[in-house]
């Protein structure tokens, strides 16, 4: 036990034993619920420059962290102590582990999507087909297709007097989060009034 907190505590191994005690507490930390992993776009900026976006930046520096550290340990006791050899172990540990942290961020990047939110005021400007035979003040339905292609039947009201019957086009023009319902008109007068 001697020998490997000898070694971890040394040159080039003490750089990464370091490292790694932060990122361990970071994820403590996160596991306990004071943080989460969001990180600014800065360092997913230069991530992305060293080939190692599509996945949370503490992600991707946690994995290079505890490789870089391994390999560090694994190369110091290969290697007799020599400080070009230090050099040496501390650049390839940093080199294999940027390579394997390549290779695991692709299967990773399916658990961090990157996409916002679907949320119901992306219908808002869209338009839809009414599919009620009439939309009152308290009454209709309409579908509306999303920006990926699928439909959603949803619940729509007017506040004018305008005639909508089942296969009328319309436009949404707000949505009532309090009612949970989107506001329509005609499709026609949505189109006289950019016409004007």
């Known amino acids: 036990m001697g020998d490997f907190i000898d070694t971890a505590l040394g040159f080039p191994s003490v750089v990464f034993t370091v490292l790694l005690a932060v990122v361990v507490c970071y994820w403590i930390v996160v596991l306990a619920g004071a ?17 190692l976006g599509g996945t949370p930046a503490t992600v991707v520096l946690s ?33 294999v582990a940027w390579a394997v942290a390549n290779q695991l961020r692709r ?22 087909v009414i ?3 009439r939309v009152e003040v308290d009454f209709g339905q309409a579908e509306v297709h999303a920006a990926d292609g699928s439909s959603a039947i949803v619940q729509v009201r007017q506040t004018g007097v305008d005639t909508f019957t089942v296969g009328t086009r319309a436009v949404i023009y707000d949505y009532d989060s309090a ?3 989107f506001w329509v008109v005609p499709a026609d007068l949505s189109n006289q009034s950019k016409d004007r």
């Open 131 to 133: 599919r009620t035979g």
């Open 179 to 181: 009612g949970e319902f």
């Open 63 to 95: 994995i290079v962290v505890a490789v870089a550290w391994f390999a560090s340990l694994v190369g110091t006791v290969l290697l007799p102590d020599n400080a070009f050899l230090d050099i040496l172990v501390l650049i390839a540990s940093l080199v």
């Open 35 to 51: 943080l989460d992993t969001e990180t600014d776009g800065g360092l997913d900026g230069l991530l992305d420059r060293l080939g």
């Open 107 to 128: 299967p990773l990047r399916r658990f961090f999507p990157t996409a916002p939110e679907a949320s119901r005021h992306d219908f808002v400007g869209r338009e839809c």
